[in-house]
């Protein structure tokens, strides 16, 4: 069994699977864990007391602490961290989880609130040759996965445009989206950031952007506004039809084309074949990759230089957003 140190006591690390006893498709570190059965709970973090312990009882977990700093000055010992405390706290978090010299740690989106610590973080734990996986959860989509597959190996041909659409923030969703488009695309460019909207939070507005990638591929970020509903969509247009990402990942489209039944001797798009995603299994699939990295020696699929480029991205999008446009506070 690998001993687990779970870091934050909210909805990533247990909440989202609380009232969902044993599932198999966890949304938490804590119901993945206990789902893969080969880690064991042995600790946790918190400040709050009432969710600390809310969280023990739940998860059968022994030992809660109110802060890093005084487990890691006991000389206590855990094959992996998760770190799921608040955006604000990963940078000290993560020192510290360091200096405890576990096997691996796993770290939820994004890396660290500011880009200079996520530069030197990734740097310090590179040197150190400790793995650090960062939860960018589309990674670990198994239907993600083979639709990245299917695009590397052409089986879609060229790829034409992408649209994508998400809300509440460009660091809190958006940077999900980037992540996303970079799995399947490769590395991407800024063409040009439009205006900022505070739809959930003045420091973190969504904002809307023209991208491409190498091969000149236009995307398009386009946002919704989350005080409606949640968004998070993506459609690719391609040369033998369409791939179309709904409701976060739990649903997908697709349309082949084919010769047109009206016109002849045109080429058409089919109708459109509904499928359901695998977005339930991405954490199950994420720990047992942690087990796979430990066991075996593979590199993470999503690691601290993913992050590092999806925040570099942001940086550019929120600066010339900014420098150009006055936020936007639409209803």
Request: negative net charge; aromatic residues 8%; contains cysteine.
């Amino acid at each position: 069994m690998l001993d687990v140190l779970i870091v934050g006591c909210g909805n990533m690390a247990g909440g989202f699977d609380a009232s969902r006893p044993d599932t198999p498709t966890p949304f938490s570190h804590a119901g993945a864990y206990r789902a893969h059965g080969g880690f064991a709970l042995r600790a946790c973090v918190d400040p709050d007391r009432e969710k600390r312990e809310a969280f023990q009882l739940r998860w059968q977990v022994d030992a809660g602490y109110d802060s890093l700093r005084s487990i890691a000055e006991q000389g206590m010992h855990f094959d992996v961290i998760s770190i799921c405390s608040p955006t604000a706290f990963h940078a000290d978090d993560l020192r510290w989880a360091l200096k405890m010299k576990p096997r691996l740690v796993f770290c939820e989106k994004p890396l660290t609130a500011k880009l200079q610590d996520s530069l030197t973080l990734a740097s310090q734990y590179r040197q150190a040759n400790l793995p650090l996986m960062l939860n960018y959860t589309r990674r670990f989509d198994p239907r993600v996965r083979e639709l990245a597959r299917q695009l590397r190996q052409g089986e879609w041909g060229n790829i034409r445009s992408v649209s994508a659409t998400y809300n509440k923030g460009l660091y809190n969703n958006g940077s999900h989206m980037l992540d996303l488009l970079a799995m399947l695309l490769g590395p991407l460019q800024l063409v040009a950031a439009g205006a900022p909207i505070i739809d959930m939070w003045p420091e973190d507005p969504s904002i809307p952007a023209l991208l491409q990638n190498r091969d000149g591929v236009p995307i398009t970020l386009n946002c919704g506004h989350a005080g409606d509903y949640s968004l998070f969509e993506l459609e690719l247009v391609t040369q033998h039809g369409t791939v179309k990402m709904e409701n976060g990942g739990l649903d997908w489209q697709e349309r082949r084309a084919g010769p047109s039944a009206t016109f002849a001797g045109y080429q058409s798009l089919g109708p459109a074949h509904h499928q359901p995603g695998s977005l339930g299994y991405a954490a199950l699939t994420a720990v047992t990759e942690i087990e796979t990295v430990l066991n075996h020696g593979q590199t993470p699929s999503c690691h601290a230089e993913h992050g590092v480029a999806v925040q570099v991205l942001c940086e550019s999008i929120r600066t010339q957003s900014l420098t150009n446009n006055l936020p936007s506070e639409k209803t």
